[in-house]
């Protein structure tokens, strides 16, 4: 998954037609590292998604824009725009992750 370093390639990111997926973390969090060691999973039940990482800690001003205030989050935007948000609370198991990139991505 490739690292988010500044807000001009985020921008970059998030304008595009395609959705993609940012996963907001710090290298402090415990969930975060849980949730790496699962994704591998959730990649093959969901198919070809773009997905990237962004350190919140390096980067607090996107986490501020958008609302994200616990970790891990991922967030689903396309041409822009916020189209999705899972909130660290409901990113605990694989199961959850799935369900919500499924419904995210077939919006």
């Not at 993609?20 to 093959?44: A, G, H, I, Q, Y």
């Not at 070809?48 to 967030?75: F, H, Q």
Request: charged share 30%; aromatic share 10%.
């Amino acid at each position: 998954m490739e690292h988010v370093k500044t807000e001009d390639q985020f921008q970059e990111l998030i304008n595009g037609n395609e959705p993609v997926v940012l996963k907001f973390f710090t290298d402090w969090c415990p969930d975060c590292k849980r949730m790496d060691m699962f994704l591998p999973t959730v990649f093959e039940e969901v198919g070809n998604v773009s997905m990237y990482e962004i350190n919140k800690d390096d980067l607090p001003e996107i986490a501020e824009k958008y609302d994200v205030m616990g970790i891990p989050s991922l967030l689903v935007f396309k041409n822009g725009e916020k189209q999705a948000h899972l909130h660290s609370a409901n990113a605990k198991t694989p199961d959850q992750v799935i369900e919500f990139l499924s419904e995210s991505l077939n919006k």
